[in-house]
């Protein structure tokens, strides 16, 4: 049975659930999938975004607070729980949770502005990069994929195949797939994904990946969870990994990250989100995609030491040892 603390201060019903709510002018009610570091920052992030437009926390507005604990069977009933509170916008944290909404939400007057959603356009949540649609809008976290294949070949010299994880039955991963497939072709690199269909998978198929020079963990909502556990595998396999998230570079679990901020793809959807309460059209509103300056590497020095490795040239004045 899913164990999940529920604090509802608004109403006594509904189970299956973490809330948060105070009290003041405008409300947000923010969705998240589950609580993770990284989507925190995120969340983070945006409270930061609303609050640099003018919108600060007991003052002029209310946060209303609900997790599913990355439970997908609950994640429709978080949401109309949250649609009940009639919020003056919905904030949903990733692609599950924002493509849920398309369905549970029914009140097409509350807008939605999400984070992070790899790519939103072919998640079908808007028709382009450049405005929403009637109802979203929001900020990617989309990895150019040839930054983080050209960090790999900084870092560890010659890098002829890369291993990655998906998630098939996640619209994200999918997608990621598909960006690394073309950066590998452009780079002349051998990409090779395997599926993982739940987390009980995933030291096999990392085992499976032991033949290639990096295994890089895509910005997943299954396996970013799971990092110590691919991180246990791949060192006793001596096969470097590569974060999209800083998360388990400090404290040495993983040898290094090449990402995007989360918080600051947290604080964009904020801006925006300030944008549609002061009353601008949500399809007018643009969607933050990250471009390659946005992403900053960072190098456990833990894993440095242990595996004997030095910094080339490329990355000696990085500044991004941790």
Not at 76 to 102: I, K, S
Not at 131 to 156: H, I, K, P, Y
Not at 167 to 181: C, K, L, R, T
Not at 229 to 238: E, K, L, P, Q
Request: glycine share 6%; hydrophobic share 45%; net charge negative.
């Amino acid at each position: 049975m899913t164990k999940v603390i529920f604090k509802f201060l608004f109403s006594t019903i509904c189970v299956g659930f973490a809330i948060q709510t105070s009290a003041k002018e405008s409300r947000v009610a923010i969705a998240n999938f589950g609580p993770h570091p990284a989507l925190e920052q995120v969340i983070k992030g945006f409270k930061t975004g609303l609050a640099d437009s003018g919108f600060k926390e007991g003052e002029t507005l209310e946060y209303e607070y609900l997790d599913a604990s990355f439970d997908p069977s609950i994640v429709a009933q978080m949401l109309t729980t949250l649609e009940a509170t009639n919020p003056d916008l919905l904030m949903t944290v990733t692609t599950p949770v924002t493509q849920a909404a398309m369905r549970a939400i029914r009140n097409p007057n509350i807008p939605i502005v999400f984070a992070p959603v790899t790519d939103p356009v072919d998640a079908g949540l808007v028709p382009s990069w450049n405005g929403g649609s009637e109802r979203f809008t929001g900020a990617s976290n989309l990895q150019s994929m040839e930054t983080v294949f050209e960090f790999a070949q900084d870092l560890l010299g010659e890098v002829k195949s890369v291993g990655l994880l998906y998630n098939p039955g996640d619209a994200n991963d999918v997608v990621n797939v598909s960006y690394a497939e073309a950066a590998a072709k452009k780079m002349d690199i051998e990409l090779v994904a395997l599926s993982v269909e739940s987390q009980a998978d995933i030291s096999v198929r990392v085992d499976g990946l032991a033949e290639t020079d990096v295994l890089y963990v895509i910005p997943s909502s299954m396996l970013q969870p799971a990092l110590p556990a691919i991180a246990t595998v791949a060192r006793r396999i001596d096969l470097p990994v590569i974060n999209a998230s800083p998360l388990g570079v400090a404290d040495g679990q993983i040898l290094a990250s090449m990402s995007v901020s989360w918080f600051d793809v947290g604080r964009e959807a904020g801006l925006r989100a300030a944008r549609v309460l002061n009353g601008e059209p949500i399809s007018s509103i643009d969607i933050f995609r990250p471009s390659p300056e946005d992403h900053s590497p960072f190098i456990s020095s833990i894993r440095l030491k242990e595996t004997g490795m030095t910094l080339s040239d490329a990355l000696a004045d990085c500044q991004c040892l941790r």
